[in-house]
C-alpha cells in the first residue's frame, strides 16, 4: 500500500553540527508536505511545510528540501542544539476530498552536548 | 493556530471495559481526525470525525471498536471499546484548519492509555 517512510530511525550529532533527516514517499499525488517535531509526552508541533510547486523552503535554522523525482523530502536543521532532541516526523498530504495527513516512520534526533 | 485540549491525558482501565477520550478545540476547525500512536512507532491515522455524520474510518478500524461523535465543529470524541492490552496506545486528536489545498493541522498532547 501506500506509505510514507524514512532511511535513519535513529541521528546521532554533536551540538552545534548541522542535522539532516530524510524521508522518502510513495504517492506521486502528494502535494502538500509537512515536518513535525514530537517531544516526550507532547503531541506533534509542526515546524515546516513545502508544497509540490516548490523545492526548497527556509525558516528560522531549519530548511526543507522536495525532490519530486525521487520522491524524496529531507528536513535540515542548523546548528543543532540540545533542545532539537526529539523524534521527527514527516507527514504527506494527499489533497482532495479527505485532505488526511499520513505519517512517515519517524526519527529520534539525540544531540550530544 | 488552534489549541487542542483532550481529556484524560492518561488512564489505566482494566480490560473489556470501555473509554471515552474527549477532544475540545478552542476554535472552529473544518476538519478532526484521530490518531494511534504506539510505543515508539509513527502515528496511524484511525479516522476522520464528520461534523453530523459518521466518522470515515481507516483501513483496519472499524466503528464498532472506535465510535466517534463530532457533534459540533470543536468538539469530538473518540471511544475505546472492549479493551484489550492491544489497545495500550497513546491516541491523538488533531484540527485542520483551511479549505482547498490551504490547510494548518495542529495536535493534542494525546492521551496515554495502558490496558491492563
Known amino acids: 500500500g501506500e506509505s510514507v517512510g524514512l532511511h535513519l530511525p535513529t541521528l546521532s550529532v554533536q551540538e552545534g553540527d548541522n542535522s539532516i533527516i530524510n524521508c522518502a514517499y510513495s504517492n506521486s499525488a502528494s502535494d502538500y508536505f509537512i515536518w513535525y517535531k514530537q517531544e516526550s509526552g507532547k503531541g506533534p508541533q509542526f515546524i515546516i511545510d513545502?508544497?509540490?510547486?516548490?523545492d526548497k523552503r527556509q525558516g528560522q535554522r531549519v530548511t526543507v528540501l522536495l525532490n519530486k523525482t525521487v520522491k524524496h523530502l529531507s528536513l535540515q536543521i542548523a546548528a543543532t542544539q540540545p533542545g532539537d532532541s526529539a523524534v521527527y516526523f514527516c507527514a504527506e498530504n494527499r489533497s482532495g476530498a479527505t485532505n488526511k495527513l499520513i505519517f512517515g516512520t519517524g526519527t529520534l534526533l539525540a544531540v550530544q552536548p | 493556530s488552534a489549541v487542542i485540549s483532550q481529556k484524560p491525558s492518561r488512564d489505566i482501565c482494566q480490560r473489556g471495559t470501555s473509554l471515552t477520550i474527549q477532544c475540545q478545540v478552542d476554535?472552529?476547525?473544518?476538519?478532526m481526525f484521530w490518531y494511534r500512536q504506539q510505543p515508539g512507532q509513527s502515528l496511524t491515522l484511525i479516522a476522520t470525525?464528520?461534523?453530523?455524520?459518521?466518522?470515515?474510518?481507516e483501513s483496519g478500524f472499524v466503528i464498532d471498536k472506535f465510535p466517534i461523535s463530532r457533534p459540533n465543529l470543536t468538539f469530538s470524541t473518540l471511544t475505546v471499546s472492549n479493551m484489550s492490552p492491544e489497545d495500550s496506545s497513546i491516541y491523538l486528536c488533531s484540527g485542520a484548519t483551511g479549505a482547498g489545498a490551504n490547510y494548518g493541522y495542529t495536535f493534542g498532547s494525546g492521551t496515554r492509555l495502558t490496558v491492563v
Open positions: 513545502i508544497r509540490s510547486n516548490m
Open positions: 470525525a464528520n461534523q453530523g455524520s459518521e466518522a470515515t474510518y
Open positions: 476554535s472552529q476547525v473544518t476538519m
